[in-house]
């Protein structure tokens, strides 16, 4: 599986978050745009197994196959670039500023929202051929998740509200786990293996993802739910987007770099002379005690 040590994990990951601040603006929107539409796709093939199969548990498990696709392209997600990016400034890579973050934050979050977008519009036209008649089964269980995941949390008050950040916190601590995921192993069964197991768990679990909801919320709307377009921004995406930043800085990025970021070697203590080196010919009897 060619297993990449976390030193070496470390290393690639702030390397990563450091080569996106170098990005023009018009790359920056199309990585991250064709990542939301992928995302948005595996989103509606996922729901459309649940709801057709009755097993949410296989939509779960089929739900990575875009996830692992997007980032396998290279493409961007907003809740990767919130665990990536301060890494990189935290690890003072040349270039990376704090400046630099938040305009690569908010380029990214407007092209998974155009892209998640553009996908709802046309599967609202592909649930309903058209507008021209009432939705198919998926997209009405669409819109039902749009309602309970509003509604739903505004009718519990402040702790409809903590649940939903505490949701966005999980989610994310398990999809910039799947980021991660692609940068440790140098196979594509290895990297397919890292990103899969966690956001399998995410999806199954019902945790809040903010580029998901850009999707699932819009089509909601469109196919007729009984929510707001407030409602989805005031009881889910905004408290997402805030609950997806903790959750992969607080338990991905910045556990993984002060657990292993890398160290300069400590200095001989002094008066301590080095110990000599063994003569080539001891070597393999040596060798041979160690084993």
Known sequence: MSYVSPADLVDRLTAAGAAKVTYSTTETLLRSTMGGAILALAAAFAVTVSTQTGQPLLGAVLFPVGFILLYLMGFDLLTGVFTLLPMALIARKPGVTALKVLRVWSLVFLGNLVGAMTVAVLMAIYFTYGFATEPSAVGQAISEIGHGRTVGYAEYGAAGMLTLFVRGVLCNWMVSTGVVGAFMSDSMIGKIACMWMPV????YMGFEHSIVNMFLFPSGLLLGADFTLMDYLIWNEIPTVIGNLVGGLTFVGLPLYFAHRRRAA????????????V????????AGAVR
Not at 200 to 203: A, I, N, T, V
Not at 267 to 276: K, Q, Y
Not at 279 to 286: C, D, G, K, T
């Open 279 to 286: 003569p080539a010919q001891v070597a393999p009897e040596l």
């Open 200 to 203: 399998m768990l995410f999806f």
């Open 266 to 277: 400590a200095a001989a203590a002094p008066g301590l002379a080095p110990l000599p080196a």
